[in-house]
């Protein structure tokens, strides 16, 4: 049984875990850098432990200092996050030699699913559908161009170990499709150390919709329903919600099953996602598996009412999952605005620095999932989120009132922050109405006049 857990991350996701281990008894390590000496998961957990400096590459994605942490304090698991080693096959196989349980999938499902060419294949195989491309990673620019040339213009090269956005280019004909082939190859290699990169169709402004799946070692899988992800800025996500204002429900249980065959076929285990882009005409496609908890988990949780870093922590206990997909009711709409250090009005700059006053928003169907706090220092190191406004009610119209009244609640003094931004978004139109598709955030952008965002 796990007694004690190693949360190998930082921010609200680690404060995150620590609130749930604490609720199921369990006892906690956090782990930090230099930078993140006063953040909140560190005051909170049971333990900590200092592994290295403010880099990353010195402390949150140094394996070897982690696993030592994990042994000096005589932990039973490790909880990854997101982001970080999440992702990393080698580090979960670290832990598996170790015999300390990674609190996500075995090792070679996460080598598998994580490269999007074998991913592809392997969904394709159960009969989801896929995006059309190459059959893997291309070995030249000239096959390259004959795929894009058969599949048909305009094409996105991805990085096989792509990931956030990075190592993606759009081509629109033969003539840009060299300079952005090399560009993606350069930015996968100096981001993920492997510069391999596929050939996909570009479906134009679709949506972006993922569905949350579940599996224990027992051979159980379900799916909690759907997030719409579309309102994103160069492939980051800026706002979530479920259910999909998009979707029906014959499609919603189409692609429900879809994603459930997608997991078995690659034998998952624990918490993960099916990411799908949907055309204008309802034709979904998958595009990959994130083998890990997302960012915006939390929309899940408060319209189904399932705990899932709590089941995630069952699940690597090899507990049995105690409901059937028939026990899974959707009886709230939410939405998740991330709130980030960033100054929307200056093309997103990062506005790192000490928060003077920090103030969240409460009342009826507000949470706030945040790290920060009056006199946090904001580090310069690493992703510009501060925390995650998710708001509830019983239909969208409620959430979308709520969520503009909690904005408008929120403040956060001495630095920049989206939190305009997502006030302008919650009182726009094409988001009301429920048309924000992939493309939004642009034309968006387009529409309205930079002071809009000022704080």
Known sequence: MIQKILIANRGEIALRIVRACRELGIKTLAVYSEADVQSLHVQLADEAICIGGP?????????????SAAEIADVDAIHPGYGFLSENAKFAEQCESCNIKFIGPKSKTISMMGDKAVAKSTVLKAGVPTVPGSDGPVASETEAVKIARKIGYPVIIKAVAGGGGRGMRIAHNDVSFGKEYHSARNEAEKAFGNGDVYIEKYIANPRHIEFQILADSHGKTLHL????????????????????????????????????????AAGYENAGTIEFLVDSKGKFYFIEMNTRIQVEHPVTEEVTGVDLIKEQIRIANGEKLDFDQSDIKFKRHAIECRINAEDPARNFIPSPGTIGLYYAPGGHGVRVDSHAYSGYQIPTHYDSMIGKLICYGRDRKTALERSYRALSEYIIRGIKTTIPLHKAIMSDPVFIEGKATTGYMEEFMNRMPPNLFTN
Not at 231 to 238: D, E, I, Y
């Open 55 to 67: 880099r990353s590459s010195d402390s949150y994605l140094r394996t070897d200092r982690i696993i």
């Open 225 to 264: 329903g759907e997030r719409d992800c579309s309102v994103q800025r160069r492939h980051q996500k800026l706002v979530e919600e479920s259910p999909s204002p998009f979707l029906t429900p014959d499609l919603r249980k189409k692609m429900g099953k879809a994603a459930i065959r997608a997991a078995t």
